[in-house]
């Protein structure tokens, strides 16, 4: 295909030049020669990449084109669909990786030559990873009718270039890495079609599942509950969405050597896989469907603990997920917490508890998977084994407050999670009980739940931690707060005027970047190469706190590190806020919303150049408005041209603000935690009147 074939859209020129959308739009504005729309809509017109890239260069705003983003581009204008373009990256991958030299014989070949040959040189490694699921698995995304459910590859010569730059970027990424961030791009521009689950949560389910050759997922969405499975021999996946089902296919097919079986279909009302017996399920299902096959599936044999209501869809799959466990199986889904409580389900969860089929129920904190407003639950189910006692008691764990400072997703501690979790599980499952942790763990006699409510939920039934840590620490954070309120009292500057406003010279951060004064990157969604590295999150910029975000699993854009004496720049909300990057914070990934500014130290410091962009007047001029938000626009911010000595010494003035702004947060902090810490104690009786 030509390079200039390839279409792009505003989201996709703010991508490849760093910048946010608004800074396209002000671009289309300002510059006559900006390449004209050559498709789309009015509403979001798109336009010749080659154009775009051209543009970009001459004026200084591109260097290169990565060829991750050459290769996205040109699946996502695939004349068919970008799913369908993507199911035939991953077969090539495949091919790619497990037959090199037949690649190789075959990228000699002219483009139409290689469309034709394609087909047959895929088959066999289908064949051998999908077996005779291939066939229904990619036949509703152009399969060939003559290659037995292959994609069809030989469609035409417009796939052949796309197919190619794959194969170039899995020499460069790897084979798995490039397929996952080819996925992740597409779910990205999908997100309001997919419910997907977090690698947090799933890495927390696999772990709690344990060892298991054989495990299934009901509901596999993208597999990244499946994904997570270390060393399975076979992995079992169905989806109602039959695109999702086949990229989740080829997903697990390159992620590991398991036998991959999965199958697209209505999951209760047609099982796919009616006879497996699996050592483990995990599960995040669809939660509080009504049209679940309620009236269809009345006398299904997989309700052995009783007939789930219309309202307790969530139900129906816990049955079904231990109706396919062996005995002795563990199931682990992911839950809304209304189902450990409504009066609709109590019979059921009686059953469980009475049968020892339900081990433990496990608060998330809120912001943990999808629906990210409420603390979701976690489930663990075992399938009983016959002559074996049922369990005599049930593990309930809370680990709301473990989230973080602030809550929400972005400021999870993955690890403080997982780990107080795992720590409960492990030794009651290796013993039937557990040490009690108050406020984190309990392990609770089945006899106090089977009253009449059944009311699962773990904070209702865990002793509340000592308030505070106790008077002990709430006494050293008294004795924290005086000392820090003693220093905002040494710290608090002086202001001192001018007669009148200096007369200088002004410059803007985008005629210093084109100076090769100082460097703009912008945040995003960078990606872990296995080192853990923490993200410095916009709300870390706001309430400067440590890096508290974490990367996710994948190849996705190369993250941006953070180094000491950087300036990090929120882009949406006014400006109010700029940070300099310190010895602390310097190595962490630049998250989303986020710009850095990276000043060459012979000609800008990095304190005057920070103190300068916070101005708010400086804010408001670079600023655009949409109907929701305000953007700010980093390459118009202006600051003044002075030689580096003033700078240093406006610099040494800008650094001391933010001293005195950071004692002032820390005593706020401190001031929260100590009146709620008396609140609680004295509530609870643990602090005397």
Known sequence: MPENASEVTAAGIA??????????????????DFPKPVGGTETSPSFALAEVEQWLRDQGKLAEVPLRERVWQLLADHSATAATALVQAGCTLLLVRDRPSLWQELTAASDKRMAELLPTAVEPVLAARFGEDRGDLFRELGASERSSGVPSIAGGVHSVPLLRSVAELAAELGHRETYEFLLGRFLDTNLRQYTLTP??????????????????????GAGTLLRAVENPSALYAQDADPDLTALTALRLALHSDATVRARSGDTLRADAFPEATVDAVL????????????????????????????TESELAWVQHALARLRPGGTAVLLMPPAAASRRSGRRIRAGLLRRGALRAVVSLPAGAAPPYGIPLHLWVLRRPEAGKPPASELLLVDTAELAGAGGGRDKLDWQAVQSAVLD?????????TAEERPGVSRAVPVI????????????????????????????????????????????????????????????????????????????????????????????????????????????DEEAVLVAEGDVVVPVLGGGSVVRVVDAATAGAALGRN????????????????????????NARQASSYASTSTRLDVRRLQLPRLPLADQRRYGERFRALAA????????????EQLVQGLYDGLADGSLTA
Do not use: K
């Open 448 to 555: 106090e739940l089977l009253d009449d409510d059944v009311d699962l939920a773990p904070a209702r039934h865990l002793p509340p931690p000592a308030a505070g840590g106790g008077a002990a620490e709430l006494l050293r954070v008294r004795d924290r707060l005086a000392d820090t309120l003693r220093l905002t009292g040494e710290l608090t500057p002086a202001p001192s005027a001018h007669d009148r406003p200096a007369p200088w010279p002004a410059t803007t951060v985008g005629e210093l970047a084109r100076a090769g004064a100082l460097v703009i990157r912008a945040g995003g969604t960078g990606a872990s190469s296995g080192a853990a590295v923490p993200v410095l999150t916009e709300q870390d910029v706001l309430a400067g706190a440590a890096p508290s975000g974490t990367l996710p699993e994948g190849p």
């Open 15 to 32: 991508r490849l030049a760093g910048v946010g959308r608004a800074a396209v739009s002000n671009w289309r504005r300002r510059h006559a």
């Open 660 to 671: 005195f702004e950071d004692a002032l947060r820390l005593a706020g902090r401190l001031g």
């Open 424 to 432: 409960a599980w492990q030794p009651f499952d290796r013993h039937g």
């Open 594 to 617: 986020l710009q850095l500014l990276s000043p060459d130290p012979a000609a800008l410091d990095p304190w005057f150049l920070a103190g300068f962009l916070r101005g708010t007047a």
């Open 283 to 310: 599960c995040h299902p669809p939660f509080n469907e009504r049209n679940w096959g309620h009236d269809e599936l009345a006398y299904d044999p997989r309700w052995e603990y009783g007939f789930p209501a219309r």
């Open 199 to 220: 690698p947090g949560p799933a890495a927390l389910m696999a772990a709690v599942a344990g060892p298991a050759a054989t495990v299934l997922d009901p509901a596999a």
